[in-house]
């Protein structure tokens, strides 16, 4: 069964933006904090955002913020990620994620999206 399911990816020029979604099949998606997780080949997962299952915390990779924003919508089980002033570093397969506490930690989540592409051309 798949739980999470990331849309939104593709090809985009530096300076651009993308906005990521996932829908996710959980009975109890308003209990779960949601995370954004994006990693390159060869490289460990790397934590991008968090908001916690209340959407009263969030918190972002110094590398993002000021950039993404990260939101939810409980009602539509949703979570969604905007990125803006997209850079070629932001490159990666980007990872829908839920957990039980809002960390930056992939050990923490307990399902995972299959992942979407993002390419930032130069």
């Known amino acids: 069964q798949v739980y999470l399911r990331e849309s939104g990816g593709g090809l985009v020029q530096a300076g651009g933006s993308l906005r990521l979604s996932c829908a996710a099949d959980?009975?109890?998606?308003?209990?779960?904090?949601m995370a954004w997780f994006r990693q390159t080949p060869g490289e460990e997962r790397e934590f991008v955002a968090v908001?916690?299952?209340?959407?009263?915390?969030?918190t972002y990779a110094d590398s993002v913020k000021g950039r993404f924003t990260i939101s939810r919508d409980n009602a539509k089980k949703t979570v969604s990620l905007q990125m803006n002033t997209l850079k070629p570093e932001d490159t990666a397969v980007y990872y829908c994620t839920a957990g039980v506490s809002a960390t930056p930690r992939a050990r923490d989540y307990n399902y995972w999206g299959q992942g979407t592409q993002v390419t930032v051309s130069s």
């Open positions: 959980l009975q109890t998606f308003s209990s779960y904090a």
């Open positions: 908001i916690d299952s209340n959407d009263y915390y969030k």
